[in-house]
């Protein structure tokens, strides 16, 4: 696997950022730019399946911050892994890096199963039910994800302190 990182390291991409401040920063912006539209957007929602601002159907909730949260995900998956490929080599042996892969590797298939589930916006999911296996389940997940990606956001940042 090192071989695959220290290869990384040598691709003109990351040959280019580490020679340009001004595109780094680009890339690094965007990168937080994804972590906060992913983050800013599945929490509330997961929120809301945890039983916050019931007054508002979670199908109108799905709808504007799933796709949101969606495209935080790939701009972060995207841009990170190009700021990656500048230090793939030492970020691949740094504690906290690994845990926030595991943590976005995690947060990421429990969504996947989720939508597999019960559709893209949960449309499969009743939102009011006495079938307590299903907002069980759907809390779980909740839980799960909200520990995913403030774990993760965590981790990233500590990335930087050791």
Not at 2 to 21: H, N, P, Q
Not at 102 to 120: E, K, Q
Request: proline share 2%; charged share 10%.
């Amino acid at each position: 696997m090192e071989s695959l990182f220290a290869a990384m390291e040598t691709t003109a991409i990351a040959d280019y950022l580490r020679m340009s401040r001004w595109s780094y920063a680009l890339v690094s912006a965007a990168h937080i730019l994804g972590i906060a539209l992913l983050v800013g957007s599945i929490i509330p929602f997961n929120l809301h399946i945890l039983g916050l601002w019931k007054n508002f159907p979670r199908l109108m909730l799905a709808r504007v911050l799933l796709p949101v949260a969606l495209t935080g995900l790939l701009v972060a998956i995207v841009a990170g892994s190009v700021l990656f490929s500048i230090r793939a080599v030492e970020y691949s042996g740094i504690l906290f890096f690994q845990i926030k892969m595991v943590l976005v590797v995690i947060g990421t298939l429990s969504a996947l199963l989720l939508h597999r589930a019960y559709g893209l916006t949960l449309e499969h999911a009743p939102e009011h039910t006495t079938d307590h296996t299903v907002e069980m389940k759907l809390r779980v997940h909740a839980l799960l994800s909200i520990l995913c990606w403030l774990g993760a956001l965590i981790c990233g940042r500590l990335i930087a302190f050791v």
